[in-house]
């Protein structure tokens, strides 16, 4: 599963939206439109996050940060 999946799964798991993902995390929401969305379709540009941004969305909303990254984990929490 692609980080955009992920992510979208967050949201949608949170009941949130895209704009209120962003504030809670501190981060503009057009970047998280980026990240979520199929911009860039053909680039790997802004389609990964570092680790300190996975391990805040993991304490803020209660996800594994190495499923964040990398899909590791079998589960999402």
Avoid: C
Avoid at 54 to 71: P, T
């Amino acid at each position: 599963m692609a980080l955009s999946n992920r992510l979208n799964q967050i949201i949608s798991e949170q009941n949130i939206s895209k704009t209120e993902f962003a504030r809670r995390l501190g981060i503009t929401v057009n970047y998280v439109y980026i990240l979520t969305g199929n911009s860039r379709p053909d680039t790997e540009q802004n389609k990964t996050i570092s680790p300190s941004l996975a391990k805040l969305i993991a304490l803020e909303f209660g996800y594994d940060a190495d499923w964040i990254l990398h899909g590791d984990s079998t589960e999402n929490k």
